[in-house]
């Protein structure tokens, strides 16, 4: 999480009728995408976010706690606990903290620059987004059926139509839920960093407090015009 420190149709005559059969099945899987986010409120999970540095080498490794809370088009509330570095991500409507507890420094942007300028953290958008959102936002294409940790998924490959900081995201489909279970992201510099949901509880009541962030007066905060 070093980024962090510093600041979630080809072959179109001889493969159409294949290509419109994965075109019916994305189809069918976004759908059920939608149908499942209209029933969803909440969403506990625990996480595991891991990045691959492929240009320094090595890789890290990290876990934590996830909730979410959906309140309307632009009222969604997130919110991670990262347990080793006890740093917090949280996310408020069109306002996301970053908040390192440990150099006292607390950095505050927007969704929009997220996405655009920190790719590692593109999963927490596309974890809530709409169906719509989605489609604005990503070129999308289905890729599979695959079995990840016993459970049925389908992975889908999303290709950022504007500027961004990420070359692609994956993600892994419960085909129960029909959630995202498991995203990957690729970043311009090659960076690969894999986000796993695991032990997921929906709809559970969960008050607004649980997403508030507090620091001390003395933390160093930088925040960024959204508007």
Request: aromatic share 8%.
């Amino acid at each position: 999480m070093r980024r962090f420190f510093l600041i979630v149709p080809t072959f179109f005559l001889l493969v159409l009728p294949a290509a419109h059969g994965a075109n019916e099945k994305l189809d069918e899987i976004l759908s059920s995408m939608q149908d499942s986010a209209g029933k969803l409120t909440s969403i506990r999970a625990a996480m595991e976010q891991e990045t691959l540095h492929t240009q320094i080498g090595g890789t890290e490794t990290y876990n934590g706690d996830l909730i979410f809370k959906h309140l309307g088009a632009g009222k969604d509330k997130v919110r991670i606990n990262y347990h080793k570095t006890l740093q917090v991500v949280a996310v408020d409507g069109n306002r996301v903290i970053l908040y390192q507890p440990r150099i006292n420094q607390v950095f505050i942007t927007c969704r929009s620059a997220l996405a655009a300028e920190h790719p590692d953290f593109s999963f927490i958008t596309a974890l809530y987004a709409s169906v719509a959102e989605l489609k604005a936002r990503y070129a999308i294409a289905y890729q599979r059926d695959e079995v990840f940790e016993q459970v049925n998924t389908s992975v889908l490959e999303m290709t950022p139509r504007g500027k961004s900081g990420e070359v692609k995201t994956t993600l892994w489909i419960s085909r129960q839920t029909w959630m995202p279970i498991k995203f990957q992201v690729t970043a311009r510099n090659k960076d690969v960093t894999t986000l796993t949901l695991r032990n997921v509880v929906k709809n559970q009541n969960i008050k607004d407090d649980a997403f508030r962030v507090n620091w001390p007066s003395s933390t160093k905060k930088k925040e960024e015009d959204c508007h």
